[in-house]
């Protein structure tokens, strides 16, 4: 079982900076792949980022592609996503989710816990 508690959110003008962080429960989070999703009011759950558990794999959305970067320090349980150049299309509530696998990381249904979300507003 693994708890993910998401932190960072706010609101942000265009062209700034924030970074999501998300703290998991759990002595085995470092055997999960993690991801990044985001829901914008009135459209559909989408992948942001994932890496794998080791971190030595990445992937990430086209539209975030340059600006956005996932990481993650399995000592200290979290996953992290710095987000440069906002944009205001960025708006979102993004969630942190973790799968036993690393395959498909950017399909939501690979995933097997999910926070609660934390909401990012950007601004034009």
């Known amino acids: 079982q693994v708890q993910l508690v998401e932190s960072g959110g706010g609101l942000v003008q265009a062209g700034g900076s924030l970074r999501l962080s998300c703290a998991a429960s759990?002595?085995?989070?470092?055997?999960?792949?993690m991801g990044w999703f985001r829901q914008a009011p009135g459209k559909e759950r989408e992948f942001v980022a994932a890496?794998?558990?080791?971190?030595?794999?990445?992937d990430y959305a086209d539209s975030v592609k340059g600006r956005f970067t996932i990481s993650r320090a399995n000592v200290k349980n979290t996953v992290s996503l710095q987000m440069n150049s906002l944009k205001p299309e960025d708006t979102a509530v993004y969630y942190c989710a973790a799968a036993t696998t690393s395959q498909g990381m950017g399909v939501a249904l690979e995933y097997d816990y999910w926070g609660q979300g934390t909401q990012v507003t950007v601004s034009s």
């Open positions: 890496i794998s558990w080791s971190g030595g794999m990445t």
């Open positions: 759990g002595r085995t989070f470092s055997s999960y792949a």
